[in-house]
C-alpha cells in the first residue's frame, strides 16, 4: 500500500492529517513550535525541509525515507510545514520569505529523488491581502511589500508559482487554506478560537478584540480541513483551490456568544477601534468561494461551528493534557 509523506506534521492540520493517515504516513517536523514527540514513533524525522536544497542533506532524508518505506511507493506530499503565526510575522520577514522559498525547492528535489508525483500544498488565505469580497481563485491579487503581514502571503505566492511551474511533471494542488481551527492549537496563536480556548483553559485572561469586533471571519473544523486536503490529494484536478468552509461566517462577537454559551464561561475581553495600531495588511472580512473545490473534487464542509465547538469541548474535558503541545 502507498505512503504520504506530511511536511509540518506536529501543527494542527498536520497533527490531525497523520492521526486520519495512520500507518500509511511518514511525518516531517522541525519542532520550531511544538517540542512534543512521541520517542517511540519511528515514522517521525526532525528536518527543516528549507534544508533540502542541500544535496547532502537531501541524500540522506532520500535514504531514511527509504528504510521507512518497506518497499511501499510515496504517492504523495502533504506539504505543510511552514511559519503561519500572525504574531509571529513582524519579526521574521526574511526567515518566512527564505524558509518558504527554500522549503517548496527542496519539497521539489525530495519528489524527483523518491520519483513522487503528487504535492499538495498548503497555501494560505492570506494571499488574497485585504479583499473584502468573498475571495475566488480566479481574483486577482495585490498585496502591498510595505505592509509587514505581507511578507508571508507573498511567500505563499511565490511558492504556489514555483510550485505550479515544475518541470518534473509533478501534479500540484495549491490549497489556499481560510480559517481553521481545532486541537492541538499553539499557544502564539492569535486567532480567536485558540485565544478563546487559553481561556478556557485559564491559561490567559483577558481578550482584545480589534475592529470593534465586527470583521467577519469563516470558520472550518480540522476534520472537515484535512477531507478537503485527502480529496484532492486523491483526485485528478491540480492547480489552485480555495479550502475552508463558505457558509460557516461570523463576526467575532457572534464568536464570542457562541462560545460562551457552549462552554459555559464569561469571556473577559475589551473592543478596539485602534485600527491603524494593528497589522497592516489584515482584511475585515475572509470568506472563500468554495465551488472549484467542490465541483471538481466532490468535497463539501460536513461540520458546523457549534459541532466543532462541542467536539473540542468534549476533548478538553476528556483530557486537557492533548491540548499541551508546545
Wanted: charged share 20%.
Amino acid at each position: 500500500m502507498a505512503k504520504f509523506i506530511v511536511t509540518g506534521s506536529e501543527g494542527l492540520i498536520g497533527t490531525n492529517l497523520c492521526n486520519r493517515l495512520s500507518n500509511l504516513v511518514i511525518r516531517i517536523d522541525n519542532l520550531m513550535l511544538y517540542n512534543y514527540i512521541k520517542k517511540d514513533d519511528n515514522s517521525f524525522i526532525l528536518l527543516n525541509i528549507a534544508n533540502l536544497v542541500n544535496p547532502s542533506t537531501l541524500k540522506e532524508i532520500v535514504q531514511k525515507i527509504k528504510q521507512l518505506q518497506d518497499g511501499e511507493e510515496i504517492e504523495g506530499i502533504y506539504h505543510l510545514a511552514g511559519i503561519a503565526v500572525p504574531t509571529l510575522f513582524p519579526d521574521n520577514r526574511e526567515k518566512i520569505i527564505e524558509e518558504t522559498i527554500q522549503g517548496v525547492y527542496g519539497i521539489l528535489n525530495l519528489c524527483k529523488e523518491l520519483g513522487c508525483k503528487k504535492i499538495v500544498y498548503a497555501s494560505s488565505s492570506e494571499v488574497y491581502g485585504s479583499k473584502q469580497t468573498q475571495m475566488s481563485e480566479k481574483d486577482a491579487i495585490y498585496l502591498d511589500s510595505n505592509y509587514i503581514r505581507n511578507a508571508y502571503s507573498i511567500s505563499k505566492l511565490m511558492a504556489e508559482n514555483i510550485l505550479l511551474t515544475n518541470r518534473d511533471n509533478i501534479q500540484v494542488k495549491c490549497a489556499r487554506i481560510f480559517n481553521t481551527y481545532g486541537i492541538p492549537f499553539h499557544f502564539y496563536d492569535t486567532r480567536i478560537i485558540p485565544k478563546l480556548l487559553k481561556q478556557y483553559i485559564k491559561v490567559d485572561d483577558h481578550l482584545k478584540v480589534n475592529f470593534n469586533g465586527k470583521h467577519i471571519r469563516s470558520f472550518s473544523y480540522v476534520e472537515d480541513t484535512i477531507t478537503a486536503l485527502i480529496y484532492l490529494m486523491n483526485s485528478n484536478s491540480y492547480g489552485i483551490f480555495n479550502v475552508g468552509n463558505s457558509t460557516e461566517t461570523y463576526t467575532i462577537l457572534d464568536i464570542i456568544k457562541i462560545f460562551e454559551n457552549i462552554f459555559q464561561i464569561n469571556i473577559n475581553y475589551t473592543l478596539s477601534l485602534d485600527v491603524e495600531n494593528h497589522i497592516k495588511g489584515e482584511t475585515s472580512k475572509r470568506i472563500p468561494n468554495i465551488k472549484k473545490l467542490e465541483s471538481l473534487t466532490g468535497f463539501k464542509p460536513s461540520i458546523s461551528l457549534t459541532t466543532g465547538l462541542y467536539q473540542i469541548k468534549q476533548m478538553i474535558d476528556t483530557e486537557i493534557s492533548t491540548i499541551k503541545r508546545f
